[in-house]
Structures are given as structure tokens and as C-alpha cells.
């Protein structure tokens, strides 16, 4: 450089990329598009967000739903025997626990968005790029992540997902919701 020249000034990788946009979508890979361009918000059209208390709500439902009959299964293979469950018998429970949970959650939701427990609540599952009823492989995925842990950690797993889901910003996503690219909406 001559001495005539003026030394750079700012950072000297350039610009940071511009914020914004939907996040599950990059676009020209930086988040917001090109030339101050904007990518319109995800829920625009769609209902208002569920409410946390009655997501809470009808995830309960939807685990007692769950508990009732698994827990009949691994009585009926010996697992419980009265007020003792053995050991090696508990894990039985737990394979039912997840199997009719990821079953229920995956039937339920690629069917009509709604568990029992949504629909009591009046919520629904919906795709986040256009609110529709989830796909056969996004409610897989939503209640493979949502019930398959449970089969170790249940208690931990669903108080991780509800913390998720209290602080996520800005769509209130929890990690199931996130991977499967879903959000919970109230139903119309």
C-alpha cells in the first residue's frame, strides 16, 4: 500500500450477514434474503400460537391417554405385581410406554394435527412454512422425539421438552416441534 492510500477501515471480512427472516429457511444463506428484502414471517394467516397452559394441558391428556393402556400391557406380561414392579419387568413398560406413544402421537397427528388432549384444548399441530396438517414423515419425527426417550427418561425427557417449549422465541417450539419444523396453533 502507498502512502497516498487510506488504510481500511471496519471489519475486514466485510459486513455481517443482515438478521432476520425465518429461521428454517436461510435463503440466499444468510438469514434474510438479499438488498434489504425481508422473508414474510411463517405465521402470517396462520391461527395465534397455543397458549403454554393449555399446551401443558393437553399433554397431559395425551400422557394419561398413553399410560393407561401400557400400563395394562405390562401388567398382563407380569411386570406389575401389585404395588412392586421388578426390575427387569419395568423395562417392558417402558417399551410399551414408547411404542403406543410414538404410535398415538404419529397416527394423531398426521391425521388431523390433533391428539385427543389438542383437541380438547382446542390446539393443533400445523407445518410451520403454511400451517397445514403435518406429513406422515414430520409427525414421525415429531413423535419419535417426543416419545422414544421416554422408554428411559420420561419424567426428565417431558420436563426438558416443556422447558424448551416455556422459552423457546419466537414460535414456542420444543425440540420435538423443531426437528419436525412444526408449531402448536390454537384450532379454528
Not at 160 to 174: A, E, M, N, S
Amino acid at each position: 500500500m502507498s502512502s497516498d492510500q487510506t488504510p481500511p477501515s471496519g471489519n475486514p471480512y466485510g459486513n455481517p450477514p443482515p438478521a432476520g427472516g425465518n429461521p428454517y429457511d436461510p435463503g440466499d444463506g444468510f438469514g434474510g434474503g438479499g438488498g434489504g428484502w425481508q422473508q414474510p414471517d411463517p405465521l402470517a394467516g396462520m391461527p395465534p400460537l397455543a397458549a403454554p397452559g393449555r399446551r401443558v394441558l393437553a399433554r397431559v391428556i395425551d400422557i394419561i391417554i398413553v399410560l393407561v393402556p401400557a400400563g395394562l400391557l405390562d401388567w398382563a406380561a407380569g411386570g406389575v405385581h401389585g404395588n412392586d414392579v421388578s426390575y427387569g419387568r419395568s423395562a417392558v413398560g417402558g417399551v410399551f410406554t414408547a411404542a403406543l406413544g410414538f404410535l398415538y402421537e404419529w397416527y394423531m397427528t398426521k391425521s388431523t394435527g390433533q391428539t385427543v388432549g389438542k383437541r380438547l384444548m382446542g390446539l393443533r399441530a400445523a407445518m410451520l412454512s403454511d400451517g397445514g396438517v403435518p406429513p406422515t414423515n414430520s409427525a414421525a419425527v415429531r413423535a419419535a422425539i417426543l416419545w422414544l426417550p421416554a422408554f428411559c427418561c420420561s419424567c426428565f425427557w417431558f420436563l426438558i421438552i416443556g422447558i424448551t417449549v416455556l422459552f423457546d422465541k419466537p414460535y414456542r417450539q420444543g425440540l420435538h416441534e423443531k426437528a419436525a419444523r412444526t408449531v402448536v396453533v390454537t384450532a379454528v
